[in-house]
């Protein structure tokens, strides 16, 4: 056999290696997985028995007509969510949204996808918006158009927590879940943004008219100014067009205002010199009259102000002692009037008790010869008129020495009411210097003497008050009774009766 013959016999078995190779090879790529059926070797991560083998990012053998090759897609798939749902206010709406999702990348979601979508992957996005319309329906029947309106996320993470596990039985994964529009074909929605809106709508308004306003207050500052600015302008001009006539005019006057200015001038001065000559007399005037007079008068002034007060103080003083002096008497004065009465009330207890007992001595006299009598008479019924006629004598003879007593026991009873009262009838005289602030006396203690003297004797109310006590005792003096007339027919003597003494 020639070397060209045997090259060629080699280059065609390398040739036909290569292709036996090529066609048993298989590479998976980045976005896919291989199942490869009909082998028995182990995938990790997947039990036993499964009966495929799944390869992904790498290249396998596989023996033609023995093992079977398929590919899944592991691409990114999107469906779209338009479910008709009613929410817990039995308002119906139309949630549109959007679901992106894929195959898992570990073994298991591949071999769970391979096994429900290997030949049917165009179904899975039908698949997935069934699933998702579901849990959609059901986690929109909980909530309020207000919770899906002012909380997305809450509604978005409610629906992919709800499909995740039916997803994982899938071998999916969601990648993103986006709730575009809620559609509410009664209008809910709108009614429920209609305050806000009017809300808005009329800040809106209140903002342009604040707008409005500053625009035209601007304007008219700026109008204003413009005129200001004109006015400023117009006055500037006149004052320079006065300038320049003045200038001209002074011009045209100068030299009878020079002249007029050098005779004011001279006036001034003579004007000046004037009134320094009036000043200067003026000040002579102060030093040579004025100020000796305003002396003189603010001396005497001086003077008599301090004979004023000399005055007065020597009559407070006076007045003083005048206060403390009557004072002094009044005290004396009651002082000697208490003693009085106190020794004119023991006076008269001492003679109202020789009274009394006087007179009880006379009535027991009087009871011992009635007894005596009246025992006599009994013996001796001849002398029964003389005794009965004696008995009668001694009673009016007793009847007269009580009235007599009673009479000359007045005075004492009267002096020992005035005792008693005495204090009272000082201070009732008294009281007629009650509303006397301030009273001066010319002779001094016995000034004061001479007064409280004639209040009490001439009229006052102690005189008054002595008068009335002798009045009441008038009035309490028992009439004394006459003796009863003897019996001449010879019957029992009369019993005699005694008569109290009153005010003893």
């Known amino acids: 056999m020639s070397v060209g013959v045997l090259a060629g016999i080699v280059v065609g078995a390398i040739a036909a290696a290569i292709g036996l190779f090529k066609l048993m090879w298989r590479v998976a790529e980045p976005n896919e997985a291989l199942v490869i059926s009909g082998s028995a070797h182990k995938t990790e991560g997947i039990a036993e028995g499964m009966g495929f083998r799944i390869v992904t990012g790498r290249g396998t053998m596989v023996l033609?007509?023995?093992?079977?090759?398929?590919?899944?897609?592991?691409?990114?798939?999107?469906?779209?969510?338009n479910v008709d749902c009613v929410t817990h206010q039995g308002i119906p709406l139309r949630v549109k949204g959007v679901v992106i999702f894929k195959i898992g990348d570990d073994f298991v979601s591949i071999a769970n996808a391979a096994r429900r979508f290997l030949d049917q992957q165009k179904m899975m996005p039908e698949r997935v918006h069934i699933v998702f319309a579901g849990h959609l329906r059901s986690i929109v029947g909980g909530l309020t158009v207000e919770d899906m309106i002012r909380d997305r996320e809450k509604l978005t993470g409610q629906t992919r927590a709800a499909c995740g596990t039916e997803m994982e039985k899938l071998g999916l994964i969601v990648d993103s879940l986006q709730i575009h529009e809620i559609e509410d074909p009664t209008g809910y929605i709108k009614n429920l943004a209609m305050p806000h809106a009017a809300a808005v709508q009329r800040d809106a308004r209140i903002a342009q008219a604040d707008a409005n306003l500053r625009a035209t207050e601007a304007e008219q500052a700026a109008f204003a100014r413009m005129s200001e600015a004109t006015r400023d302008s117009e006055i500037l001009q006149a004052g320079y067009q006065a300038e320049r006539d003045k200038a001209a005019a002074t011009a045209r006057q100068a030299g009878p205002l020079s002249e007029a200015a050098a005779r004011q001038e001279v006036v001034v001065q003579e004007t000046r010199v004037a009134e320094l000559e009036a000043q200067r007399r003026e000040q002579q005037l102060q030093a040579d009259v004025r100020k000796p007079a305003d002396a003189a008068a603010y001396e005497t002034r001086t003077r008599a102000e301090a004979d004023r007060d000399a005055r007065i103080s020597a009559a407070q003083a006076k007045a003083k002692e005048t206060e403390l002096a009557a004072a002094a008497e009044a005290t004396r004065v009651t002082t000697a009037a208490a003693a009085d009465a106190k020794a004119t009330e023991a006076r008269g207890l001492a003679a109202a008790t020789a009274t009394r007992a006087t007179g009880e001595a006379e009535a027991a006299a009087t009871q011992a010869k009635g007894l005596a009598e009246?025992?006599?008479?009994?013996?001796?019924?001849?002398?029964?008129a003389e005794a009965a006629k004696a008995k009668g004598l001694a009673e009016a003879t007793a009847i007269k020495a009580r009235a007599a007593a009673l009479a000359e026991n007045q005075e004492a009873v009267v002096a020992q009411q005035l005792a008693e009262n005495w204090p009272a009838i000082v201070e009732a005289g008294a009281g007629a210097f009650g509303n006397v602030e301030?009273?001066?006396?010319?002779?001094?203690?016995?000034?004061?003497?001479?007064?409280?003297?004639?209040?009490?004797?001439?009229?006052g109310t102690g005189l008054g008050l002595a008068r009335q006590l002798l009045s009441t005792m008038s009035q309490s003096t028992p009439t004394p009774t006459p003796p009863a007339e003897t019996p001449t027919n010879g019957s029992s003597p009369a019993t005699s009766h005694q008569i109290p003494i009153q005010g003893a």
């Not at 009246?374 to 029964?384: P, T």
């Open 64 to 81: 033609p007509g023995v093992q079977a090759v398929r590919k899944l897609s592991l691409d990114l798939n999107e469906t779209q969510l």
């Open 438 to 459: 301030h009273m001066i006396l010319l002779n001094g203690a016995e000034g004061m003497s001479e007064m409280f003297a004639k209040a009490l004797t001439m009229g």
């Open 374 to 384: 009246a025992a006599s008479a009994q013996a001796n019924g001849l002398a029964l």
